[in-house]
């Protein structure tokens, strides 16, 4: 038992901790790039491959329900395979992905390769924290994690403005060979450098945990994904349909986990009251940002008459700042502790959203900028610490299933906040249309749909003073270092 212990130690002493993190690093920041760079592309690739607006939001959704299939597997995987085994798949799935869109000659060869990119990412990101949550010692996760976050969050914010610069002067093929090289490198790096730090335990594979969670989390995701687009929005059968399997089978999926001896995702951790409060405001949170993100730059085309490019630049001081906060607010974490980091930051985001549910079409620019940058400096102020926390207080053995839910969690809250903002957004835009005096006149288009963003607005700042009521229970766990 002493020479196993012994062991252990001298195995976590060799651990070099910055080329495994420079490979996770790289690897994620393409995955989470490749996330939104195409979103700038989709009106070109409407033209060029000749598909509906409808066809090709599959680009999204599709991207959308592999990850949410894929990511509540990941605790088993990575309870399955080891670190090198694991990295070397997820970047070999993204590389194969990515080369494949690159050549794509149509709109089915294109969502094949969205959908192997989304493999790649959708077991990469509870790698990625379950390694930190191995490598790091507890007093310095809020640091390692908030280096990660600056990966999760710079990536998609600058991955509008970069693709919207390379469509305007390429073409969208060259998104993804300029994202080649770097996950070329991340792989002969990693395969250089990883080294096998988590633990194999190979708990028995049930295929009927598989089948019930592949359907419940894929047709929540599925169903909210659908809820807002489309004819029918929340009456459409497909939506309905796909939102009772979903439910019907998460409720089985989690009666089976909990009469299992060793289930799928040990659903214990949420008798960790910090953990399951941390997941909550991380939920709150991806409900916050995904939503925002979806109105801003619908509002910014639609309500202010700016350019796609433009929209992305605008929003890009916003996420590159968040991005830069990231680091300095897992540091203050870790010397102050999360309650002094989430109260404020949930405050200062509830402020900012109701500015926002007051936008006109004759705000400005620099208003924007602004708001937009000061509630992504509250996001980061949230996200990281509530996240870490609630890691911190589950044992070892199970961080595999508490990233699972995590990463999981957030899949769905970012399907859930997007297909209601829209809903809300579109009702309040139908009401103002039908209010008006010459609803035909296209002059009161951009004020009809500021209208609607409006009022989504409003349910987006509900969404955060639930998430400060929540904040104000959170407290620091206690770990052994």
Not at 68 to 80: A, D, K, N, T, Y
Not at 123 to 131: A, C, E, G, K, Y
Not at 356 to 372: A, E, Q, R, Y
Request: glycine share 8%.
């Amino acid at each position: 038992m002493q020479a196993s212990v012994l062991s252990k130690q001298a195995e976590a002493k060799e651990v070099k901790v910055l080329p495994i993190m420079v490979s996770l690093l790289v690897s994620g920041f393409i995955g989470m790039f490749s996330e939104t760079a195409l979103n700038m592309a989709l009106s070109d690739l409407m033209k060029e491959l000749q598909v509906s607006a409808a066809t090709v939001q599959w680009l999204t959704t599709g991207y959308l329900l592999v990850l949410g299939i894929l990511v509540p597997v990941s605790g088993l995987l990575l309870q399955w395979f080891t670190t090198r085994q694991l990295f070397t798949a997820t970047v070999c799935f993204s590389i194969l992905g990515t080369f494949i869109a690159a050549i794509a000659p149509n709109f089915s060869i294109l969502l094949l390769a969205r959908v192997i990119q989304a493999v790649g990412t959708g077991l990469l990101l509870p790698l990625m924290f379950n390694t930190i949550l191995v490598i790091f010692p507890p007093h310095k996760r809020g640091a390692a994690m908030g280096t990660i976050g600056l990966v999760i969050m710079f990536a998609p914010a600058i991955g509008p403005t970069i693709s919207g610069l390379v469509v305007e002067h390429l073409n969208w093929h060259w998104i993804f060979w300029i994202s080649l090289p770097f996950l070329l490198f991340a792989l002969v790096f990693g395969m250089a450098y990883m080294q096998n730090v988590s633990t194999i335990t190979k708990p028995k594979i049930d295929p009927l945990s598989i089948l019930l969670s592949t359907i419940g989390f894929g047709g929540i995701v599925f169903g909210f994904s659908n809820a807002g687009e489309g004819a029918g929005g929340w009456t459409s059968p497909t939506v309905i349909i796909s939102l009772i399997a979903g439910l019907i089978s998460l409720l089985l999926f989690t009666t089976r986990q909990l009469s299992m001896e060793r289930p799928m995702i040990n659903l214990r951790v949420f008798k960790y009251p910090m953990f399951t409060m941390g997941l909550l405001m991380v939920f709150i949170c991806m409900m916050v940002i995904l939503s925002s993100m979806l109105l801003l730059p619908m509002y910014l085309q639609g309500g202010l008459a700016l350019s796609g490019f433009i929209a992305g630049l605008l929003l890009s001081p916003g996420g590159i700042i968040n991005g830069l906060m990231s680091p300095l607010t897992g540091r203050l974490f870790d010397k102050y502790g999360p309650r002094w980091l989430v109260i404020p930051g949930f405050v200062l985001v509830s402020i900012i959203l109701w500015f926002f549910s007051d936008v006109t079409t004759t705000s400005t620019v620099m208003t924007i900028i602004g708001l937009h940058t000061c509630l992504m400096i509250g996001i980061s102020m949230i996200m990281m610490p509530a996240q870490t926390n609630g890691l911190n207080q589950l044992p070892r053995e199970l961080y595999p299933d508490g990233t699972a839910i995590m990463n999981t969690l957030q899949q769905i809250a970012g399907a859930i906040g997007t297909a209601v903002a829209v809903s809300i957004m579109a009702a309040g835009q139908h009401d103002y249309l039908q209010n008006a005096k010459d609803p035909a006149n296209l002059a009161i288009i951009p004020n009809a749909l500021t209208a609607g963003v409006q009022q989504a607005f409003v349910f987006t700042m509900i969404v955060a003073l639930v998430g400060l009521v929540c904040a104000m229970f959170i407290k620091r766990v206690k770990v052994k270092h």
